[in-house]
């Protein structure tokens, strides 16, 4: 159980173009989901909580307009780059957390690897 | 501000040893402290602490925490080639956010 599906795992844009990548929960309801980015050789930095039938929160330094977020229902989260550049470029992952995540903590998609060339 | 340092940031061992890996943290509203292990892609999860001194065992590894000097171990033992991987620690607040730590590039050598 507590499976985050994430889709696409990989994707290569051109500069200036949007790029939407979906997150799913698949067998539980998630009111909240987070959205990571990691540049490598670097850990896991909070961009945004994705808040369901709300506006998500940024986290400071994160552009709003850059990265809008969609969190329509209890089971999917989006993260759009807008106008992406080649900074862009990075793996972004989303997490949820299943219940009180007693058992789980926070279930991790399988990422999206961003080239923007 | 908040901050979660892990230690050491890397380290390379033999088949069959020990590694102890290291976090600290300083987080206000602090819920629980997660071990993850990130191979090549999204991270997978290992233990969620939320309780003192009360050690949380899988297999090979184990965790503890301490919310009085504010840091936890990972210990793995018996170490194989497969466990190569980033460690990552990370500490929850109150609304759910996580701080991940750098992680720790362990490295298991046959």
């Known amino acids: 159980g507590a499976v985050v599906s994430q889709h696409p795992s990989r994707v290569i844009c051109k500069s200036g173009t949007s790029v939407k990548i979906e997150c799913r929960s698949l067998?539980?309801?998630?009111?909240?989901m987070f959205w990571y980015r990691q540049f490598p050789k670097q850990s896991l930095m909070l961009m945004a909580t994705?808040?369901?039938?709300?506006?998500?929160?940024?986290e400071q330094g994160v552009e709003k307009d850059k990265f809008l977020i969609n969190h329509a229902s209890l089971t999917l989260s989006t993260l759009t780059v807008t106008s992406a550049h080649p900074e862009d470029s990075s793996f972004y992952i989303c997490?949820?957390?299943?219940?009180?995540?007693?058992?789980?903590?926070?279930?991790f998609g399988s990422g999206t690897r961003l080239t923007v060339v | 501000e908040d901050k979660v340092v892990q230690s050491p940031l890397s380290l390379v061992v033999h088949e069959g040893d020990t590694v102890t890996l290291n976090c600290s943290y300083e987080?206000?509203?602090?819920?629980?402290l997660l071990w993850y292990k990130q191979e090549k892609k999204a991270p997978t999860f290992l233990f969620m602490l939320?309780?003192?001194?009360i050690e949380k065992k899988s297999g090979r590894l184990s965790s503890i925490l301490d919310k009085k000097e504010l840091f936890s171990i990972l210990n793995i033992t018996a170490t194989q080639t497969g466990d190569s991987a980033v460690y990552l620690c990370?500490?929850?607040?109150?609304?759910?956010?996580?701080?991940f730590g750098a992680g720790t590039q362990v490295v298991v050598t046959p």
């Open positions: 997490s949820a957390q299943p219940g009180q995540g007693a058992v789980y903590g926070y279930t």
């Open positions: 067998d539980f309801q998630a009111t909240t």
């Open positions: 994705s808040n369901e039938g709300s506006k998500a929160t940024y």
């Open positions: 987080v206000t509203n602090f819920r629980s």
């Open positions: 939320t309780s003192s001194g």
């Open positions: 990370a500490v929850s607040d109150s609304w759910g956010k996580l701080q």
